[in-house]
């Protein structure tokens, strides 16, 4: 366990409504934060079917359960706080503040352009996160965000465009409500 592992678990510790606050420009996780965005550049430079590569580095970055499918862009905050299940796929620009633990479960689709923070509030140079938890067999539709202290049941279905700042059920299906829809004009019968 690096010294900065220990930090967190030390801060973990110390707060057991899972809240976590702590101060991101302690050299530690400085260290932690520049290890990673190297290897999220390797990793999103790598060529498309380089699969030995990126298998490489994704077992290096992530806590991950091989094997996973992750499409560049893809950039998450310190790496060694996700964790990834079998057989989930996150889509194109994918990011991810795992400033506090975030869990993904196996058979898990997420769409491109997706956003899973972590962070609550900041005040001064601490700031204040709470993990993120998707169960199996989730989908996640494109454009969606995810923040920290929700946890996702299995077999939920996040529509696109939604951002989800409460639990969601097992079996829930969420999706944007639609406040102006446009109607298509009637097509002539020429």
Sequence with gaps: MNKCQR?????????????????????????ARARCKQLCRQFNLSAPYAMQ?????????LNADMPIFIEADFNCEYGHNLHVGRQTFLNHNVTINDSAPVYIGQNVLIGPNCFLDTTLERTGNEITC???????????????????????GDNAIIGANCKINRSVSENAI?????KNSAELPPQSEN
């Design 7 to 31: 930090l967190v678990v030390s801060i973990q510790a110390e707060n057991p409504l899972r809240k976590l606050t702590f101060n991101p420009q302690h050299e530690s996780f400085s260290a």
């Design 53 to 61: 590569e990126k298998k490489a580095l994704l077992a290096e970055l």
């Design 130 to 152: 709470a993990p993120i938890k998707i169960g199996n067999n989730v989908w996640v539709g494109a454009n969606v965000i995810i923040q920290g202290g929700v946890e996702i």
């Design 174 to 178: 969420i999706k944007v409500a639609q």
